[in-house]
């Protein structure tokens, strides 16, 4: 037996997923033994057991509690049955609740997780949803127009509608409303935005109820309809061309040809994709200089009599000369040109020499950057002009102007205020900047913490203030707030990626994941000890069915109103409803039923509109019960 076959039975785990399956055995049995161990002991409360002293370690360790749930919680969310998981962030709800319970009900220990770490993780989290969302919302409004808007807005405010009114109908307590609208619309930052809610004091609890009761019933509303929506949601919008008759891949094709030419294929400006390199027409060969009238001749020189061709390295014996210090050629040279292919195919060596393989000539490093354009003589220019002056080395990939991408053609004008994207060499890239009084921005690791920081307060302050109308608070909240500084920031960006500095989207996407998980995690400690309370008697049935018609029902309004009145692509109809939904799952089920990846057209407005607007309506759900 080799070493080889002796590592088979590991591999067989780990494609089995050997985390997800420890993760349920580890639940299970710490159920099981907490549950006996409950029955000897519940009437001391015995803290001499195993599971006496992890509670109590747990207990007075939040810290602790809030990374053993995102621990557990995470692979347990990514599970799947059938297609379907719980997601990280209701996998660590889930694993937090599962240990605050029975800490509270079997030993009485309550794990005080401190709320401003609730709340800081919470503003950042807003932020970085913000960030992401706001130039979909920006860009795609310009070019989806209303109808992607009026989608939106049937969805979100049906499902306000159905919840709100539909919890006063079957008698729900406080809290409920909106732990169903952010379950059934999987939207965890309405569970956040409801709970600022009742720390900021605009929530009285009523007469027998505490207001963590009313926590611990937002909890209870969003765990079930979340579950239940987020399966349903997929099914529906997968199969409602079906439904009505419409041959799904038949208007996939239909909306390819109707939308497949012409569209922006460029990611704004400091967007995440910005910095891809994508395939350009341009290539690097090595030449040998062959021919006598290249002699003598500087590199600069040779650019602006051919300028679709630069040269970027110079090998010379065992030397090798950027073109940053503009060297001049002598016979027998190695020169690496960067061109299009076919000056290079059809020009090389009849102008140059013969083409050999010599990779120090050929080894330049490519980056994308986006140049903002400041008052220069270059503005007003075309970009043909502006290509044999300034683009040595370089390729312009896009223009943009006011956050809309333009056809870049010789003959289009610059303006100021314009950002083009352009590929080249670090150096190359560096000098068309400076020519056209800019700093080009890349793709960077770094996060400028300043503009973070001050985005973050002024959203804060913001949300902070509130008008009192009728006896009642309004305010925008902090974490709403700070969502709004983050689309601002992020709008102002496309328009002029210097500002604000480097944001890296990995950076982002941290702040959205942790941000949200260790909130939820702060909520899991607070609501955990209360949550069986809000199970009582026929409510789950209550939950459930209502959530669900909240989660079905308006984008099935929205589909009808597309089709008949708008007579909209079924597509891209059904990629606006899932983005109404806030479900992405349910528009790559679109995708798929489609066969087409049109569906996603229609997702970021309706998305980027109903992610703002129900983070409002879960506040007010919580304001006027």
């Known amino acids: 037996m080799n070493i080889g076959q002796i590592g088979r039975p590991f591999n067989w785990i780990r494609s089995k997923g050997w985390i997800q399956l420890f993760t349920l055995l580890f639940i299970a049995l710490f159920s099981r033994l907490a549950l006996a161990e409950t029955i000897e002991n519940q009437a001391a409360h015995d803290m001499t057991g195993v599971f006496g002293f992890l509670f109590s370690y747990i207990a007075h360790n939040p810290f602790v509690f809030l990374f053993l749930s995102i621990a557990i919680g995470y692979p347990l969310g990514k599970v799947t049955i059938k297609g379907v998981n719980l997601g990280s962030t209701?996998?660590?709800?889930?694993?937090?609740?599962?240990?605050?319970?029975?800490?509270?009900?079997?030993?009485?220990?309550?794990?005080?997780?401190?709320?401003?770490?609730?709340?800081?993780?919470?503003?950042?989290?807003?932020?970085?949803?913000?960030?992401?969302?706001?130039?979909?919302?920006?860009?795609?409004?310009?070019?989806?127009g209303l109808d992607f808007v009026v989608i939106g807005l049937i969805v979100v405010f049906s499902n306000f509608l159905i919840v709100f009114f539909g919890s006063k109908l079957l008698d729900l307590a406080p809290g409920y409303a909106a732990g169903i609208i952010s379950g059934s619309y999987t939207v965890t930052a309405v569970m956040g935005v409801a709970q600022s809610a009742i720390n900021s004091g605009a929530v009285k609890a009523p007469a027998g109820m505490t207001l963590d009761q009313i926590s611990a019933n937002i909890a209870a509303g969003y765990?079930?309809?979340?579950?239940?929506?987020?399966?349903?949601?997929?099914?529906?919008?997968?199969?409602?061309?079906?439904?009505?008759?419409?041959?799904?891949?038949?208007?996939?094709?239909?909306?390819?040809?109707?939308?497949?030419?012409?569209?922006?294929?460029?990611?704004?400006?400091?967007?995440?994709?910005?910095?891809?390199?994508?395939v350009l027409p341009l290539d690097i060969r090595a030449y040998r200089v062959d021919h006598q009238e290249l002699v003598g001749q500087k590199v600069e020189t040779l650019f602006h009599r051919y300028p679709h061709a630069a040269i970027l390295k110079v090998v010379r014996g065992d030397d090798v000369f950027e073109a940053s210090d503009n060297p001049t050629l002598q016979l027998g040279d190695v020169i690496g040109i960067r061109g299009d292919y076919h000056v290079l195919i059809e020009g090389g060596e009849s102008t140059v020499g013969v083409e050999i393989d010599e990779p120090r000539a050929r080894n330049v490093d490519i980056e994308v950057a986006d140049i903002h354009l400041g008052k220069s003589e270059y503005t007003g220019k075309t970009i043909e002009e502006i290509s044999k002056e300034v683009g040595f080395g370089i390729y312009m990939k896009a223009l943009f102007r006011q956050g809309h991408q333009l056809p870049i053609l010789p003959q289009t004008v610059v303006e100021i205020g314009d950002v083009i994207r352009v590929a080249g060499s670090d150096w190359c890239v560096k000098q068309a900047g400076k020519k056209l009084n800019?700093?080009?921005?890349?793709?960077?690791?770094?996060?400028?913490?300043?503009?973070?920081?001050?985005?973050?307060?002024?959203?804060?302050?913001?949300?902070?203030?509130?008008?009192?109308?009728?006896?009642?608070?309004?305010?925008?909240?902090t974490s709403a707030g700070c969502m709004l500084t983050g689309i601002i920031f992020s709008f102002l960006r496309t328009r002029n990626p210097a500002f604000g500095g480097p944001m890296s989207e990995g950076a982002r996407s941290f702040l959205q994941d942790i941000g949200l998980s260790l909130f939820v995690a702060v909520l899991a400690a607070t609501v955990g000890p209360k949550i069986l309370a809000s199970f009582q008697g026929i409510v789950v049935i209550k939950i459930?069915?209502?959530?669900?018609?909240?989660?079905?029902?308006?984008?099935?309004?929205?589909?009808?109103?597309?089709?008949?009145?708008?007579?909209?692509?079924?597509?891209?109809?059904?990629?606006?409803?899932?983005?109404?939904?806030?479900?992405?799952?349910?528009?790559?089920?679109?995708?798929?039923?489609?066969?087409?990846?049109?569906?996603?057209?229609?997702?970021?407005?309706?998305?980027?509109?109903?992610?703002?607007?129900?983070?409002?309506?879960?506040?007010?759900?919580?304001v006027l019960y």
Not at 109 to 133: E, Q, R, T, W
Not at 240 to 261: C, H, I, N, Q, S
């Open 90 to 144: 209701a996998g660590t709800l889930v694993v937090g609740v599962a240990i605050a319970l029975p800490a509270f009900s079997i030993y009485g220990l309550h794990i005080n997780a401190p709320g401003l770490v609730s709340d800081i993780f919470l503003m950042m989290f807003m932020y970085a949803i913000g960030m992401k969302v706001g130039p979909q919302f920006f860009s795609g409004l310009a070019r989806g």
């Open 223 to 278: 765990a079930i309809s979340y579950i239940l929506s987020s399966v349903f949601i997929i099914l529906l919008i997968k199969y409602l061309p079906a439904m009505f008759g419409v041959d799904p891949v038949k208007a996939g094709k239909d909306a390819e040809a109707e939308f497949g030419a012409g569209g922006d294929t460029e990611a704004l400006p400091s967007t995440n994709g910005f910095s891809n390199l994508g």
């Open 438 to 477: 800019s700093n080009p921005i890349v793709e960077s690791t770094l996060t400028e913490t300043f503009y973070l920081a001050l985005s973050l307060l002024i959203g804060y302050v913001c949300g902070h203030f509130s008008v009192t109308l009728g006896g009642i608070p309004f305010a925008l909240g």
């Open 544 to 622: 459930a069915g209502l959530g669900l018609v909240a989660a079905l029902l308006p984008p099935l309004l929205a589909w009808i109103y597309g089709l008949y009145v708008r007579k909209m692509n079924p597509a891209i109809l059904a990629g606006a409803c899932a983005g109404g939904r806030n479900s992405t799952p349910a528009m790559k089920g679109a995708q798929d039923e489609c066969q087409s990846d049109m569906p996603a057209v229609g997702y970021p407005v309706p998305y980027a509109l109903t992610s703002m607007i129900v983070l409002v309506l879960g506040y007010l759900a919580m």
